[in-house]
Nanobody, 127 residues
Framework: QAQLVESGGGSVQTGGSLRLSCVVPGYTYSSYYMAWFRQAPGKEREGVATFYTAESSTHYADSVKGRFTISEDNAKNTLYLQMDNLKPEDTAMYYC????????????????????WGQGTQVTVSS
């Protein structure tokens, strides 16, 4: 499986911003699902935002709508997650993911949809 490389995590105050980046080796624009997930200790891995390259369509978890934005730079083989107005409940390990051959009807916010994952980058938001 391809290894995705994440960066951009860190510690911020409530209301602050971070931009996460994920470099995708061997990236080829076609019909990929690309996504960001997060997981806090003792919690399920949660889909945060997805990007479908074929139509540039996006999906967001309700908890981050209006605050987070997923995007990609095809020329740089990079997926981004811009996170604004961060809250303590956003604290988690954030993972990027890619599925080169999405099955029609698959839930883009379900981690089981994806085969390629990064190692994660920690985001901590203090009150």
């Amino acid at each position: 499986q391809a290894q995705l490389v994440e960066s951009g995590g860190g510690s911020v105050q409530t209301g602050g911003s971070l931009r996460l980046s994920c470099v995708v080796p061997g990236y080829t624009y076609s019909s990929y699902y690309m996504a960001w997930f997060r997981q806090a200790p003792g919690k399920e891995r949660e889909g945060v935002a997805t990007f479908y390259t074929a139509e540039s369509s996006t999906h967001y978890a309700d908890s981050v709508k209006g605050r987070f934005t997923i995007s990609e730079d095809n020329a740089k083989n990079t997926l981004y997650l811009q996170m604004d107005n961060l809250k303590p409940e956003d604290t988690a390990m954030y993972y990027c993911a890619r599925e080169p051959n999405p099955i029609p009807g698959a839930d883009p916010l379900d981690p089981r949809t994806y085969n390629d994952w990064g190692q994660g980058t920690q985001v901590t938001v203090s009150s």
